[in-house]
């Protein structure tokens, strides 16, 4: 265990990963912000400095560790108004993370409204010396990590105030598919694809992970088969395929062989999402990198990808370790069906008086961010019972250790809903496809919900707020989202560290200051 002392500033910057200059928001002065690597129970401190002083983006931020558990550190994941204020421009806090043993595939984004899309976004490893795969690659390392991410020429804020207030209540549709940071939208310039190395005859780790907003990749490798090794954080069987649909913020690691023929071969994530014809920039198909042998020419591969690959079928994941649901069969303890949909009566609710712009529900209820904190109400104010939150924050009250259930029952409206709870990994007991199963479900911490329910099961044994919501950032900010607040008595009561620092206590009235 090591204390690993990192500082990020994050700036506004003309960046322009597909040709296109505009002003972002990024990490140490690089898109996607800078690569995180860890090992298994360091402990990460992050200083982070707010540079931000573009009057047309977001100022303030925050930032979320996306999968690491926060045992016993809520303060520190992130999520605006749910577990601290924003970091007020020209300030700075520092986030310290104890990994506490958990290993694998995760990154960090912005939790401050839509701020991410603009880049405030990156991966982060932590690197399992036992690791129970490590047989079978020889290269991990900052080279095999990929992130796939949709980009838009517009700053957030802008896109994010017409969808919630202008017909048709289409989700915005990106300007083009990046990998790696790099990719081309039609019309513009042929920018040089993104490019991973691999010698012949070796064995390596790929870390493939869904840094976008909005949409669903399809990942494959040309003439290259892939095992699953992982999927977000948590290692499970080893699963061969030919490729794999990866949700917004889903992670996967694979084992490739570099055992084909010594030359260059493409890397292809084409996108999926609803409503792209809306733009016309927007190639959803050519989204690639290309798989660079040493050796081979310096080129791109000479022809298309074959297509018609097999995709992984997520029901077929078996954790490695204690692959169990919790509770195992038996009942939970406690059961929640969620449902949600969107606001259907579009046409009549504009032209009424009270419109109040479209929105997404759970259970007819409108997420929307308190002015103090989640977790400050719990630790200060002493919030204790459901109904001492206001109604619109969706807070449900659950008991130390309860074995939750979680029923999301979704609507048949063409989305595959990406679902994160923050907090936790849950075990998938029943997928989008396959039947229930209890006895060794996939377990992750961003599942699909489409037209079906699908059911997640977790025992509530990390004292905090947790958010559960779409990662659809538009969805997100439109209002899909709940709060699971576990054991705040346990919490109040809790060990020495628990107890909040002063520059998060001081996070409140600096940000409340603003102009
Ligand atoms: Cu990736 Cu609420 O988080």
Not at 23 to 31: H, P, Q, S, Y
Request: with cysteine; charged share 20%; hydrophobic share 35%.
């Amino acid at each position: 265990a090591a204390d690993v002392n990192l500082e990020f500033n994050v700036d506004n910057s003309v960046v322009a990963p597909d040709g296109f200059n505009r002003a972002g928001v990024i990490v140490n002065r690089v898109f996607p912000g800078t690569l995180i690597q860890a090992s298994k129970n360091d402990v990460l401190h992050i200083k982070t400095n707010n540079n931000l002083t573009d009057p047309d983006m977001r100022r303030s931020l925050s930032i979320h560790w996306h999968g690491l558990f926060q045992m016993r550190t809520a303060s520190e994941d992130g999520p605006a108004f749910v577990t601290q204020c924003p970091i007020a421009p020209q300030h700075s806090y520092t986030y310290d993370i104890p990994l506490n043993g958990q290993a694998g595939t995760f990154w960090y984004h912005s939790h401050l409204s839509s701020q991410y899309v603009d880049g405030l976004k990156g991966p982060l490893v932590i690197y399992d010396p036992e690791d129970p795969h490590l047989s079978l690659y020889d290269v991990d390392d900052e080279n095999t990590v990929i992130t796939l991410s949709e980009w838009y020429h517009l700053p957030s804020v802008g896109i994010e105030e017409k969808y919630l207030n202008v017909n048709p209540f289409h989700e915005p549709i990106p300007d083009s598919g990046l990998i790696n940071g790099v990719g081309r939208f039609k019309g513009g310039p042929q920018v040089p694809w993104a490019r991973i190395n691999v010698e012949h005859g070796k064995r390596y780790r790929f870390r493939i992970i869904n840094i976008s907003a909005y949409a669903l990749f399809t990942f494959s490798i040309d003439q290259h088969k892939l095992t699953v090794i992982e999927a977000d954080g948590i290692s499970h069987e080893p699963l061969p395929v030919d490729g794999f649909e990866i949700l917004v913020a889903q992670r996967y690691s694979v084992v490739l062989e570099a055992n084909q023929p010594v030359g260059n071969y493409w890397i292809s994530g084409p996108m999926t999402m609803q409503h792209s014809s809306d733009n016309k920039n927007l190639d959803t198909q050519n989204v690639f990198a290309v798989l660079h042998y040493v050796g081979a020419p310096d080129a791109d591969p000479p022809s298309k990808p074959k297509g018609g690959v097999k995709l992984l079928d997520e029901s077929n994941l078996v954790p490695l370790v204690n692959p169990e649901a919790p509770g195992g069969s038996g009942p939970a303890d406690r059961v929640l069906d969620l449902n949600f949909h969107r606001d259907a009566n579009t046409g009549e609710l504009e032209a009424s008086a009270n419109f109040i712009g479209f929105c997404w529900t759970i259970n007819d209820i409108k997420y929307e961010s308190p002015d103090l904190p989640t977790l400050l109400n719990i630790m200060v104010n002493n919030f204790t019972n459901e109904n001492q939150f206001t109604p619109s924050e969706h807070t449900f009250v659950l008991k130390r250790d309860e074995i939750v259930e979680v029923h999301i029952h979704g609507s048949a409206n063409g989305h595959k809903h990406p679902f994160h709870l923050h907090g936790h990994v849950f075990s998938v007991v029943q997928a989008m496809t396959g039947a229930p199963n209890f006895a060794n479900p996939p377990q992750r911490d961003v599942v699909g919900v489409g037209g079906s329910t699908v059911i997640i099961r977790f025992k509530a044994d990390n004292p905090g707020p947790w958010f559960l919501h779409c990662h659809i950032d538009w969805h997100l900010v439109a209002g899909l989202a709940v709060v699971f607040a576990e054991d705040p008595e346990g919490q109040r009561s809790g060990p020495k560290s628990e107890i909040i620092k002063q520059e998060w206590l001081d996070l409140c009235p600096i940000y409340q200051a603003l102009p």
